[in-house]
Structure formats: C-alpha cells, structure tokens
C-alpha cells in the first residue's frame, strides 16, 4: 500500500527546507563579507610587520633614547637626562655649522641638480641613436656605487695627481687643494652629488616631456608661439609633476648624505664637511654618546618632515596633472 503525504505535512516540510536553505545563504554570505573584510589586511599584513619592526619601532625608541643619558659601551646603565640632549645640541657651535653646511648642500645639489636634469631632459629628448647613447652615458653614474665614485673622485680630485689638476696645470691655471681646502671641501661634494644624480633627475624629466600630448604642443606652434614661451608657459607646468617629485625625493637624500663624506672627508677639513648623519654618526660610533646621537637624530627626522610638509604646502597647488 503506498503511503500518502497530507498537503498540509508537505506545505511544512517545504517551508522547513526553505528556511534552512535561506539560513545556510545567509551564513554564506556572512562568510564571504568576513573574509572579504579581512583578506586585504592578511594582503598587506607581512610589509606591516616589517614596517613596525624596521620602522616605528626604530623611530619609536630613538624617540625615546633622546631623553637618557647613555653610551654604547654600557646599554644598561641609563639615567633619566631629560631635554638636556636637545639642550646641549643646540647650544653646540658645531652642531649649528653642521646644519648650515646641510643646508648649503641641500640647496645647491637640489637646486642645482634639477637645473641641469631639464636643460638636458630638454635637449635630450629625441628619438636618435646619438641622444639615445648620450642619456645612457649620462644615467650611467646613477648606477654606480657611492663608494666605487667616492674612491674614483678622490683620484681625481687629487692635489698632485689628480686629472683635474692636471687639465687646470695644461690650460696655465695653478692647481686647487680641492677636498684639503676648507673653501673647496663642501663644493667638491657638490659636484660630485651632482656627477652622479643628474643622469637620474633627466631620464625622469625625459619621461615626463614624452607624457606630455604633442596636441598641445601643435596647437601653439600653429599660434606661431615662440619656442621659449612654450617651454616656460606650456611644457615646464605640464612638467610639473615630475619636477615636484624630483624636488621631494632629491630634498630627502640630500638630508641623509654619509658615504662620500666618510670615505673623502670624514667630515673635514676643520668641519667644512661635517654634515647631519655623520655628525649623529660620529656622536654615537666615534665618541659612544648614544643619548646625543638619539637627539641629533630625533632633530633629524624633524628637518625632513617640516621641509618636506612645506614643500607640499608652498607648492603642491602649482602641480598640474594633465
């Protein structure tokens, strides 16, 4: 005898399927939104850890390490010093010579620098096989380790040997002390800051100027625009970005400038070349004052931040995006 459902039995055992049914999409769903909540930060999770590590916690405890008096060669003897880091720093007339000459560096490599990156990012930018080589010549120094040019420069800037003495002795001119002279000390840095990272600023700008839609321009060729209104009103504010870019980046690493320093000049002639982080350097490694370096450092950190805040206060609203 087969067996029989009531109607109103199976309208039950519909509803129940149903409703199960709808609390096993609903749990799904549920699901899915919590992993789709959690999956970008298990993404970014790893280069969190190692910022917090090699970054905050770093920056976190030189913070603190500025208010202890302290030396490396006995971590665990720390006595509270209060402000007095900072206080001695700045009443240090060396400390006040260092940050001028950081800020003499700073100004000429930077200023200097993207100078000559967009009168050569300008002549340069050709579709030849002659510019082609001399760009590759010119961004070739960028790849080359700050020591290997450091020990280079060194030859060159040699007072009795030295190639540029000998081409100044060959056109009748008496030869310079060049990194031996307090007076030529910090602008031989200079020049050889601006040997290696103006190939770099170029091929930058250069691919900026190629971004740039030639529309525009044609159109000003077509108004007969002279080519130096259109390289100061059209391309140099299209350029503008990269240019705001270079300025950052350039301002930053002129800041952090060390290995020249160490192997040319360790800081002389008579602290002509001493700037900020061998300064810190020589505090910590050199004379084992570890509260002193944490301050200069601290004092440091502050320098780039508020340069780097007012260059995008003063000029981030002239940057035009196309």
Known sequence: MKSTVLP????????????????????????RRLWESIRPYLYIGPALVFLTLFFYYPMLS??????????LLDLSNRSWYGLA????LFQDPDFAHVLANTAIY????????????????????RSSRRFGLLQGMLFSPHIISLVSISIL??????PQYGL?????????????????????????????????????NMIVLIAGLQSIPREIHEAAMLDNVSRWRVTWRITIPLLSPSLFFLLIMNTISSFQVFDTISIMTQGGPVNSTNMLVYYIYEQGMDFFNGGYAAAGSVVLLAAVGLVTLAHFALLSRRVHYH
């Open 164 to 200: 540029l003495n000998t081409i100044l002795d060959a056109i009748g001119v008496s030869g310079l002390k060049w990194l031996a002279d307090p007076s030529t000390a910090l602008p031989s840095l200079i020049l050889v800051a601006l040997w290696k990272g103006v190939g770099y």
């Open 153 to 158: 420069w060194l030859w060159i800037m040699d």
């Open 85 to 88: 880091n900072y206080s001695e």
């Open 106 to 125: 700073t100004v000429a490599t930077v200023g200097l620098g993207l100078l000559l990156a967009l009168l050569l990012a300008l002549w340069l930018n």
């Open 62 to 71: 030189v913070f603190t390490l500025s208010f202890f008096d302290w030396t």
């Open 8 to 31: 109103a039995h199976r309208t039950v055992i519909s509803a129940e399927r149903d409703t199960q049914a709808a609390q096993e999409t609903e749990a799904a769903i549920r699901r």
